[in-house]
Nanobody, 118 residues
Framework: QVQLQESGPGLVKPSQTLSLTCTVS??????????WSWFRQPPEKGLEWMGA???????YITPSLKSRTSISRDTSKNQFTLQLSSVTPQDTAVYYC??????????WGQGTQVTVSS
């Protein structure tokens, strides 16, 4: 059973960089055909796909966030990390990591609340 767990600060100040890590157990992030994704859900809004890092290490970022977002990985720790720069209160959301195959997420982390506020 694959398990994912997000970790990172719950409060970030405006203009700072948000950094979240997803630790994966029960499966390797380098296993062929899997994509390790970040999603977020702002209050009273729908779920938004932010981007993913593939088993190969290639990254994909949604266009609206591309200038502020990077995704990286540490294969020795079986972790992948989201960095979102220049955050504003509009980046306040519950952030989720997930595993996907053929564009379909099958395992999710429990989510972590991130609030952007001074």
């Amino acid at each position: 059973q694959v398990q994912l767990q997000e970790s990172g600060p719950g409060l970030v100040k405006p203009s700072q960089t948000l950094s979240l890590t997803c630790t994966v157990s029960g499966g390797s992030i380098t296993t062929d055909d899997y994509y390790w994704s970040w999603f977020r859900q702002p209050p009273e809004k729908g779920l938004e796909w932010m981007g993913a890092i593939a088993y190969s290490g290639s990254t994909y970022i949604t266009p609206s966030l591309k200038s502020r977002t990077s995704i990286s990985r540490d294969t020795s720790k079986n972790q992948f990390t989201l960095q979102l720069s220049s955050v504003t209160p509009q980046d306040t959301a519950v952030y989720y990591c997930a595993r996907a195959r053929l564009l379909v997420p099958d395992f999710w982390g429990q989510g972590t609340q991130v609030t952007v506020s001074s």
